[in-house]
């Protein structure tokens, strides 16, 4: 997609903080971070949102959970980090590119919702 910001940072138009990249996904930091880690997973193929996949994608999915398992744990996340991933308008997703945000560092998390 021409104008969308993870696709610019896919290639290369826009630069990031990698954390790690392959053939299938792109990981780096996030800008305006919310904890000590806090980093997004992303696949190159542009996907607009969770609610966009199907069975087709069910190998990339699960490359972009076990990858994050890692990656958090390499950043330092041992103890436990949280995995987010934001659908649509109500979801608040800001950025209509599938993507994992991954935030730990601290010893503990702010809760989820308030009920």
Request: proline share 4%; net charge neutral.
């Amino acid at each position: 997609m021409e104008d969308c910001i993870f696709c610019k940072i896919i290639d290369g138009r826009i630069p990031c903080n990698k954390v790690f990249e392959d053939e299938d996904i792109l990981a780096f930091h996030d800008i305006h971070p919310v904890a000590p880690v806090h980093f997004m997973v992303i696949p190159k193929l542009h996907i607009a949102s969770l609610a966009q996949v199907d069975l087709a994608h069910q190998m990339l999915l699960g490359k972009m959970l076990v990858l994050a398992s890692k990656l958090a744990i390499g950043q330092g996340c041992g103890d436990g980090w949280r995995t987010v991933i934001n659908t649509g308008r109500v979801g608040r997703q800001e950025v209509y590119h599938l993507h994992m945000h991954i935030i730990g560092g601290k010893e503990v998390l702010p809760g989820m919702i308030k009920r």
